[in-house]
């Protein structure tokens, strides 16, 4: 067991003592002889560590067509759904699609919904 690991260990058990003790932190750590900063902090550590993960967004490449006009105009492509975002961009979704990824990406984008 890595070092880190151990550390990690004792401060989870020490925190589940402290939970179980009916003492305030800066009485248990008193008691334990531990320092009350070092306790706090490493007790966030420790709750961090069981806190599921939030996934990661998966995003995908979006490529756009290169042409030398710079004023070129993408049309709405048929059965879609229309989002304009705040700063003018344009989002189209196809109709068959699924629309809590679309939600997703609108808020990813710093829409309202």
């Not at 003492?23 to 334990?32: G, H, I, N, Y």
């Not at 531990?34 to 993960?53: C, H």
């Not at 067509?65 to 304009?84: A, F, G, K, R, Y």
Request: net charge positive; glycine share 6%; charged share 20%.
């Amino acid at each position: 067991m890595s070092t880190k690991s151990k550390r990690l260990l004792y401060w989870s058990n020490l925190n589940a003592t402290w939970e179980s003790s009916g003492l305030s932190q800066q009485e248990f750590c008193k008691k334990e002889g531990v320092l009350y900063k070092q306790f706090v902090y490493w007790r966030g550590r420790v709750l961090n560590q069981n806190k599921p993960q939030a996934a990661k967004p998966r995003l995908l490449k979006v490529s756009m067509p290169t042409t030398p006009n710079d004023h070129q105009i993408i049309t709405e492509p048929p059965s879609s759904l229309e989002v304009v975002m705040p700063t003018g961009v344009k989002l189209y979704v196809k109709a068959a699609s699924d629309i809590s990824n679309a939600a997703a990406l609108i808020k990813l984008l710093g829409g309202e919904l």
